[in-house]
């Protein structure tokens, strides 16, 4: 188990972290800043350098349960007032890579989807690692494990291991524990402001993702509750026709959502084929379904 090591990870760089730094940390290929720093900004550049070389301690435990967890290479950038020729995108104000010998890992981090999936993925392991589900998160591992080896496009496992999780948490745990395991997880994800409706900003952020093609979302007049009414069009998350694993929307979702609307279930669920979907976002605290994966039977 390396949730102590993860736990530890991750308060370090909050320790190292300042509210109103200036300088911070990206990758040097992508611009994108990694879970566990996105967020985070600090005081001086030593206290980034040494952030930097923690996320790269963070990231290898990770990879130790999902092995295509993309690679990056972290620099530390100070954000100043613009003058002209400079700002902070000035390659001078790089310390450059903190690896000494950067690798080409194929560029996966640079794929918005790829890297979501498995940042959610990390969160997901990381929540677990804190947790008593030491037998979810063998069975995750064994069938994402299988799963991998049947799958010819590397760049899909990252759904594939979505899926795994998906299933193996339904078959593992509650509804209340699947929920709890979720918030924690959400928290772990860089964070994003809270929406006034987040089933809509979630679902415009997957679209643009290219998790769903497409989407139709409106509420529904409920007494007592709020409810959305979803459609989605190709879901890329494959799955066997029944079951819809909404773990990916539902973290998603979470992260967005204030405490008065952090009450959500999915239920109502009907598959229509090729990846599409209906279904009923509700924060009726008597629903079932939860929001990591859910039979159509238990609708």
């Known amino acids: 188990m390396v949730g102590t090591t993860l736990r530890e990870i991750r308060h370090e760089i909050e320790r190292l972290a300042s509210d109103d730094g200036d ?34 301690q963070y990231r290898a435990a990770l990879r130790r349960y999902d092995p295509q967890l993309p690679y990056y290479d972290p620099i530390v950038r100070q954000e100043q007032p613009l003058h002209v020729g400079d700002g902070p995108d000035d390659p001078s104000e790089d310390t450059g890579p903190i690896s000494p010998q950067p690798v080409d890992h194929g560029g996966e981090a640079d794929d918005p989807l790829i890297s979501f999936c498995h940042d959610v993925s990390g969160a997901v392991f990381e929540a677990l690692s804190e947790s008593n589900h030491d037998e979810a998160e063998t069975a995750i591992m064994e069938t994402y494990l299988a799963a991998a080896e049947a799958t010819t496009d590397r760049n899909t496992l990252c759904l594939v291991l979505l899926e795994a999780m998906a299933a193996e ?44 093609r497409a989407y139709d979302v409106a509420r529904e007049p409920r007494t007592g509750t709020d409810a959305w009414s979803v459609s989605l069009r190709g879901y890329a998350i494959d799955c066997d026709g029944r079951r819809f694993p909404t773990l990916p929307i539902g973290i998603d979702i979470l992260r967005r959502a204030s405490e008065v609307t952090a009450a959500l279930s999915v239920t109502d ?22 929001l990591v994966c859910l039979r159509e039977d238990e609708s």
């Open 23 to 56: 300088y911070y940390v990206v990758c040097a290929r992508s611009g994108e800043r990694p879970v566990p720093v996105a967020g985070h900004r600090f005081a001086t550049r030593t206290a980034a350098a040494d952030a930097a070389r923690v996320t790269e």
């Open 169 to 212: 948490l339904e078959r593992h745990l509650t509804v209340d524990e699947r929920t709890r395991l979720l918030r924690t997880a959400a928290a772990n994800l860089p964070p994003v402001p809270s929406a006034t409706d987040p089933i809509e900003a979630s679902l415009a952020h997957l679209d643009s993702l290219s998790l769903v």
């Open 269 to 290: 669920v009907t598959a229509l084929g090729e990846g599409d979907w209906e279904l009923v976002v509700t924060s009726d605290v008597e629903a079932a379904g939860g």
